[in-house]
């Protein structure tokens, strides 16, 4: 009979989380913290050890360390506070799974079926079925954790989310390219990570490259590498980010920014499979699944010269459009609370939202998306003392200017007037920020205090 280890500091889930396991046919040990978890690895190596990540005497990737050099177990990190760099480094560490709280227990059952399937006597067909049947059996409970609205390292409930969703697990395990299109802050980065995590190459490389952030100099020597003495410093071969991330998962964020020039190459890769180093010629063989994201329209940057259409086509095998926080009904509500239990957590405190914070978090129209929004729980939280109320939130956030984010007009009204009433509107939304309007109405700073002081005028 396989056997389970499960370390987690809530008395409660583990005990449930024991009960579960069990009920897969494991015999199975607890503990609370990493101490105990070591004691009991003395004692017994387990066939799959679930560990949450945060633990009152460490993290569980210490432990993923203690395994290394033991017999074959398969880890499973959880957590209830998702992040890009605790995944990527729980896997490259040779975690086999990372699971959010609260767990996908379809996607839990799945796990413990294939490790079951190792145990000597347990033939596939038998696993197989053990699997399909766990499948079967808690339509219930993937039900409800698709309610709470999470995918991955994604959080959200909305519909526009939910399809997201959807679309982001039928290209996972597939090595499709997908090309991640939406503006900054909707979590392009989260969604690769996620896809990553939930394709087949779960255990290789994720490697995110940011186009945009990387010198036109240097950036080819990053994606291809160099051999010695190519140029000027290269004292050592330099493998490139393609070869590092041979067997798994390239992420490429900003393609746009990638200068034209070296974008005739990347698509020459992405066909062939191979790339030469630079100053070499020998051709080296890369298998790399790559996702690309951009914040442009792409078709736009084509236009404008700064992504190639032949390399727009070959990226855009399956687009995904991430939607804007504006447009993710609900969603404010979620996000903003999770934040707020994670600084809790982090600090042990019990802070909380009061009626009329929330009402003005969901009044803003959120240009930042959900990265603005957890800058600003943020700042709440050192603002606030028990309660986040109004006065802990910046003030250009969900006020009655900031609430007004659309004007009507009757049609025949004169241009002048339209425009009158669109300059002092958004001059109310941004608190009174002059810099700040003129550059969102796309005006020049002189021109915005001409027209305040024409609109002067004509009231006096």
Same mark, same amino acid.
């Given at each position: 009979?396989?056997? !389970?280890?499960?370390?987690?500091?809530?008395?409660?889930?583990?005990?449930?989380?024991?009960?579960?396991?069990?009920?897969?046919?494991?015999?199975?040990?607890?503990?609370?913290?990493? #101490? %105990?978890?070591?004691?009991?690895?003395?004692?017994?190596?387990?066939?799959?050890?679930?560990?949450?990540?945060?633990?009152?005497?460490?993290? =569980?990737?210490?432990?993923?360390?203690?395994?290394?050099?033991?017999?074959?177990?398969? $880890?499973?990190?959880?957590?209830?506070?998702?992040?890009?760099?605790?995944?990527?480094?729980?896997?490259?560490?040779?975690?086999?799974?990372?699971?959010?709280?609260?767990?996908?227990?379809?996607?839990?059952?799945?796990?413990?079926?294939? $490790? !079951?399937?190792?145990?000597?006597?347990?033939?596939?067909?038998?696993?197989?079925? @053990?699997?399909?049947?766990?499948?079967?059996?808690?339509?219930?409970?993937?039900?409800?954790?698709?309610?709470?609205?999470?995918?991955?390292?994604?959080?959200?409930?909305?519909?526009?989310?939910?399809?997201?969703?959807?679309?982001?697990?039928? *290209?996972?395990?597939? %090595?499709?390219?997908?090309?991640?299109?939406?503006?900054?802050?909707?979590?392009?980065?989260?969604?690769?990570?996620?896809?990553?995590?939930?394709? #087949? #190459?779960?255990?290789?490389?994720?490697?995110?490259?940011?186009?945009?952030?990387?010198?036109?100099?240097?950036?080819?020597?990053?994606?291809?590498?160099?051999?010695?003495?190519?140029?000027?410093?290269?004292?050592?071969?330099?493998?490139?980010?393609?070869?590092?991330?041979?067997?798994?998962?390239?992420?490429?964020?900003?393609?746009?920014?990638?200068?034209?020039?070296?974008? $005739?190459?990347?698509?020459?890769?992405?066909?062939?499979?191979?790339?030469? #180093?630079?100053?070499?010629?020998?051709? $080296?063989?890369?298998?790399?699944?790559?996702?690309?994201?951009?914040?442009?329209?792409?078709?736009?940057?084509?236009?404008?010269?700064?992504?190639?259409?032949?390399?727009?086509?070959?990226?855009?095998?399956?687009?995904?459009?991430?939607?804007?926080?504006?447009?993710?009904?609900? %969603?404010?509500?979620?996000?903003?609370?999770?934040?707020?239990?994670?600084?809790?957590?982090?600090?042990?405190?019990?802070?909380?939202?009061?009626?009329?914070?929330? @009402?003005?978090?969901?009044?803003?129209?959120?240009?930042?998306?959900?990265?603005?929004?957890?800058?600003?729980?943020?700042?709440?939280?050192?603002?606030?003392?028990?309660?986040?109320?109004?006065?802990?939130?910046?003030?250009?956030? =969900?006020?009655?200017?900031?609430?007004?984010?659309?004007?009507?007009?009757?049609?025949?009204?004169?241009?002048?007037? *339209?425009?009158?009433?669109?300059? *002092?509107?958004?001059?109310?939304?941004?608190?009174?920020?002059?810099?700040?309007?003129? @550059?969102?109405?796309?005006?020049?700073?002189?021109?915005?205090?001409?027209?305040?002081?024409?609109?002067?005028?004509? @009231? !006096?």
């Amino acid at each position: 009979m396989p056997h !389970a280890l499960a370390v987690d500091d809530d008395p409660n889930f583990l005990s449930a989380l024991a009960e579960l396991i069990e009920g897969q046919g494991f015999t199975t040990n607890t503990a609370l913290n990493l #101490r %105990d978890a070591r004691v009991q690895l003395s004692h017994r190596s387990p066939d799959v050890a679930l560990v949450d990540l945060y633990l009152p005497d460490g993290s =569980g990737i210490d432990l993923l360390k203690d395994l290394e050099s033991g017999a074959a177990t398969e $880890v499973v990190l959880m957590t209830g506070h998702a992040d890009v760099e605790s995944a990527v480094q729980a896997l490259r560490l040779g975690a086999s799974d990372y699971l959010t709280k609260p767990l996908d227990i379809g996607h839990l059952k799945s796990i413990l079926a294939n $490790v !079951a399937n190792m145990q000597p006597g347990v033939g596939a067909a038998g696993a197989a079925g @053990e699997a399909e049947s766990g499948r079967e059996g808690d339509g219930r409970e993937e039900g409800a954790s698709q309610e709470v609205g999470r995918l991955g390292l994604l959080l959200g409930a909305s519909e526009p989310m939910l399809l997201t969703y959807e679309m982001m697990n039928r *290209v996972a395990p597939t %090595d499709a390219t997908v090309l991640l299109v939406g503006e900054s802050g909707t979590g392009k980065d989260l969604a690769a990570t996620t896809l990553h995590l939930l394709s #087949r #190459r779960a255990k290789a490389p994720f490697l995110p490259l940011n186009c945009g952030a990387i010198s036109p100099t240097l950036i080819e020597s990053e994606l291809f590498g160099h051999e010695r003495g190519s140029f000027t410093g290269a004292q050592h071969r330099h493998k490139g980010y393609f070869e590092r991330a041979h067997g798994g998962t390239l992420f490429l964020d900003e393609i746009s920014e990638m200068p034209i020039e070296l974008q $005739v190459k990347l698509l020459r890769v992405l066909e062939t499979g191979t790339l030469a #180093r630079i100053g070499g010629d020998q051709q $080296v063989a890369v298998d790399v699944r790559v996702i690309a994201a951009t914040n442009r329209d792409p078709h736009r940057a084509v236009a404008d010269g700064k992504l190639r259409e032949d390399l727009l086509y070959r990226l855009q095998v399956f687009p995904i459009q991430m939607p804007p926080l504006s447009e993710r009904s609900g %969603d404010v509500d979620l996000l903003a609370t999770y934040f707020l239990d994670q600084l809790n957590e982090r600090q042990g405190t019990g802070k909380r939202f009061a009626a009329e914070a929330l @009402e003005r978090l969901r009044n803003h129209s959120w240009p930042g998306n959900v990265r603005e929004l957890k800058n600003v729980i943020h700042r709440a939280f050192i603002m606030a003392d028990e309660e986040i109320t109004s006065r802990s939130l910046p003030r250009e956030v =969900g006020g009655e200017a900031g609430a007004a984010r659309s004007l009507h007009f009757q049609v025949g009204a004169s241009i002048a007037d *339209v425009e009158h009433r669109l300059i *002092v509107a958004t001059l109310d939304a941004y608190a009174g920020n002059k810099r700040k309007t003129a @550059e969102v109405l796309g005006v020049s700073l002189k021109t915005l205090y001409n027209r305040l002081n024409t609109y002067r005028v004509s @009231e !006096a």
